[in-house]
Nanobody, 120 residues
Framework: VQLQASGGGLVQPGGSLRLSCAASGTFFSVSTMGWYRQSPGKQRDLVAT???????NYADSVKGRFTISRDNAKNTVYLQMNSLKPDDTAVYYCNADVRSSWYSRTVAYWGQGTQVTVSS
């Protein structure tokens, strides 16, 4: 299983970016998918998660500004980030809980990370 993230970059404060992350390979199902972020010297923190049924959870710091969504047919999760602030600067990692077969336990996979820099 591989997770390929894309969409990061440099944006001015108040701007927007959209991140994408696609799961590929051979597996049975993908349940919860999400985004986390990590700044230099800090731990990796939850940004948002979404279940296969569409249930969402957000960090307080991004509520009202970020929207997580997914396309189950494409095993892809998105993060629409609006009203970006300098504090949102971090490496953003996607995460997916994957079952390789119907009898397997769920295993968490991580993408390679994509840099988001918010600066004027």
């Amino acid at each position: 299983v591989q997770l390929q993230a894309s969409g990061g970059g440099l944006v001015q404060p108040g701007g927007s970016l959209r991140l994408s992350c696609a799961a590929s390979g051979t597996f049975f199902s993908v349940s919860t998918m999400g985004w986390y972020r990590q700044s230099p010297g800090k731990q990796r923190d939850l940004v948002a998660t979404i279940t296969s049924g569409g249930g969402t959870n957000y960090a307080d710091s991004v509520k009202g500004r970020f929207t997580i969504s997914r396309d189950n047919a494409k095993n892809t999760v998105y993060l629409q980030m609006n009203s970006l602030k300098p504090d949102d600067t971090a490496v953003y990692y996607c995460n997916a809980d994957v079952r390789s077969s119907w009898y397997s336990r769920t295993v968490a996979y991580w993408g390679q990370g994509t840099q988001v820099t918010v600066s004027s």
